[in-house]
């Protein structure tokens, strides 16, 4: 996980030269916020996926987190596409991060500065080839997910994350690939750092906006299978419900279109990938790579 160049406050740096103070204040309290965003080698050359979308979203954030930016949107989509240009990347991932930096130590976060970077490296399946084939195993973890009024859901706060590595670190202790966090109702909400949709009866099923991140990939996926002519519907669920789903799987900009075959022991429908998650799957990987017309709109060309 490297490359040559990442962008800092408006210029390149050498991979390895990018530093902040230990006494960063982001480092020290959270105060931060980030997008993960990924771009495909497709004929027509490298193209980055829903870009325009994942800039908003990291401008609504700074807005919520009020990190005042001193960039415009125009910038900071022009320096995300010049990152991936000077690295010379045909498929990446890329992490653009907001955040405060060094200038006092405290809670309140005003008197610090508000920096920008933007990171782009190789990185395959998030969760594994093998499990965007056959699916993946998780468990319904012992952590809730934040309240939704304890912070905030709608903004992708670095702070956030500390409530996905509790459920990451169970996941991972307890053996199987990933978890599933409830809400504080005990309503299924999402994964660490995925939504979750389930399919049950030929109807795709996912929890609502209320309490989860407003995922990019979640809104893709639910455009293209409505398009296909599925009946998509959002339900507040238990989570037994997802132990006698037909299908279910995780949806994210790092999971892509992950199928989940088992959930707390119990076999989800045939214990691999359905035959709704393979045809989404490969629908939404198409749109990826530049093969399908309708979606040509939702990749910014390198």
Not at 176 to 184: G, K, T
């Amino acid at each position: 996980m490297k490359a040559e160049k990442i962008w800092m406050d408006g210029s390149f740096v050498d991979w390895d030269e990018a530093k902040v103070h230990v006494l960063t204040h982001a480092l020290h309290y959270g105060s931060g916020i980030f997008e993960g965003i990924r771009a495909y080698k497709t004929e027509q050359g490298t193209a980055i996926f829903r870009l325009k979308a994942h800039v908003e979203r990291l401008f609504n954030s700074a807005k919520i987190l009020k990190l005042e930016m001193s960039y415009s949107r125009d910038e900071i989509f022009q320096a995300i596409v010049e990152t991936v240009r000077v690295n010379r990347l045909d498929s990446c991932y890329i992490r653009p991060l907001v955040f405060r930096g060094y200038k006092k130590l405290g809670l309140s976060p005003f008197t610090c500065p508000v920096q920008v970077m933007i990171a782009a490296w190789e990185w395959g399946a998030y969760l594994g080839e093998e499990g965007l084939a056959k699916g993946i195993r998780a468990i319904v973890s012992s952590w809730q997910r934040s309240h939704v009024n304890s912070t905030s859901a709608k903004a992708k706060l670095c702070a956030n994350y500390i409530n996905s590595i509790f459920a990451n670190m169970e996941a991972s202790e307890l053996g199987v690939e990933e978890a599933i966090l409830l809400d504080s109702n005990g309503y299924v909400a999402e994964g660490p750092g995925e939504n979750i949709f389930w399919v049950k009866g030929g109807i795709i099923y996912t929890p609502p906006l209320s309490a989860v991140l407003e995922g990019i990939t979640r809104d893709s996926v639910i455009t293209i299978a409505r398009d296909m002519g599925y009946e998509v519907r959002e339900e507040f669920v238990a989570r037994d419900v997802l132990y006698i789903a037909d299908e279910a799987f995780f949806v994210g900009t790092a999971a892509e279109l992950t199928p989940i075959r088992e959930i707390d022991g119990y076999i989800i429908g045939s214990g691999e990938r359905g035959p709704i998650s393979t045809v989404v799957q490969e629908k939404l990987f198409n749109t990826f790579k530049g093969k399908e017309k309708e979606y040509l709109e939702w990749l910014d060309f390198v």
